[in-house]
């Protein structure tokens, strides 16, 4: 099996020169760089992550846990996550934590064995456990998520963001707005999105109508349906993902209702879900992929204290002034 020394004798240079090229470390001439990389291939060299993190404490990895939240959700933050760790030179690996996070621990060993740099996690808190599976000396951010001084981690003002949201179904002309919120356990996300909008809909005088699913495609349906069966006459659907969004277009239309121009629909996250759905899903976007980045370079920085970013709400064809 090749060694890194075998690349550096091939090359001519030294094997610090040869582990910076690998590592994407910049502050080489191109030609460097490509004869580094053609002997890497010549020889089949593979670098021992495990190894190197062994000696070093650390090894160029970030570990990324997600949650059973949406696909499009976790792929817009880890394509951010991606970007800034090749950026450093470091790879990338995943960890499907399960519905409950049930999986979460037995990941963070595997990232701590492997010297990881540091773990982003989607979408979900850092509870005390996997804090205990992680040990004391491996960071973890969580992302898409907001919980103050409890964990570190970068997201939106939620309620801020579904409160801007209904304020403008309000404001073209919607009074009665059914809201399609995600799992009440989800405390940290889907119930301060819910805060918004029945803070929205109290200080406009008009009643609140929620029913829920878990933030996926398929419990919108249901949930649509039980809406429907108390407010036959709703104008608008807000619903607190863009999956459920998606469903809910779908599903108005296969019952003959035109959207917008018998029900507006609103989504919530602006992932590439919004826009494959016909008309296109109007949403409260969150900048999904630069805060994936963020994390990242605050892991490795050591700059990894919580933020919030800004939300804003985008207007597709699902929402159009209320009839």
């Not at 089949?44 to 959700?73: F, K």
Request: glycine share 10%; no cysteine.
């Amino acid at each position: 099996m090749a060694t890194i020394r075998d690349v550096a004798n091939l090359v001519g240079v030294s094997p610090a020169t040869v582990s910076r090229v690998i590592n994407g470390v910049p502050g080489f001439s191109s030609a460097t760089r490509e004869r580094v990389e053609a002997a890497v291939a010549e020889l089949g060299y593979e670098p021992d992550t495990l190894a190197r993190g062994l000696r070093t404490m650390q090894s160029a990895v970030i570990g990324v846990l997600a949650n059973a939240v949406s696909d499009a959700l976790a792929s817009q933050v880890m394509s951010g996550v991606e970007s800034a760790a090749r950026s450093r030179g470091f790879t990338v690996m995943l960890g499907r934590a399960g519905t409950g996070a049930e999986h979460a621990p037995s990941y963070l060993r595997s990232f701590k064995t492997y010297r990881a740099a540091g773990v982003v996690v989607i979408s979900s808190a850092i509870t005390a456990e996997m804090r205990r599976a992680a040990g004391p000396r491996l960071p973890m951010m969580a992302v898409a998520i907001r919980n103050g001084a409890a964990f570190p981690s970068i997201g939106i003002d939620d309620e801020l963001a579904a409160y801007d949201g209904t304020r403008r179904l309000l404001a073209l002309g919607h009074r009665d707005i059914g809201l399609l919120a995600g799992d009440e356990r989800s405390v940290l996300v889907n119930t301060p999105r819910e805060r918004g909008y029945l803070r929205a809909m109290n200080e406009a005088g008009y009643t609140p109508l929620i029913e829920r699913g878990n933030s996926l495609y398929d419990s919108a349906p249901p949930a649509l349906g039980r809406l429907l069966s108390r407010a036959p006459g709703l104008t608008a659907v807000f619903a607190l993902s863009d999956e459920m969004g998606a469903a809910t277009v779908n599903e108005l239309q296969r019952l003959g209702r035109r959207v917008p121009d018998d029900v507006s629909v609103l989504g919530f996250d602006n992932t590439r879900t919004s826009t494959h759905v016909h008309p296109a899903l109007s949403t409260v976007a969150q900048p999904l992929e630069r805060m994936g980045e963020r994390a990242v370079l605050g892991l490795l920085d050591g700059t990894w204290q919580s933020r919030t970013f800004e939300h804003r709400v985008i207007e597709r064809g699902s929402t159009a002034l209320a009839r």
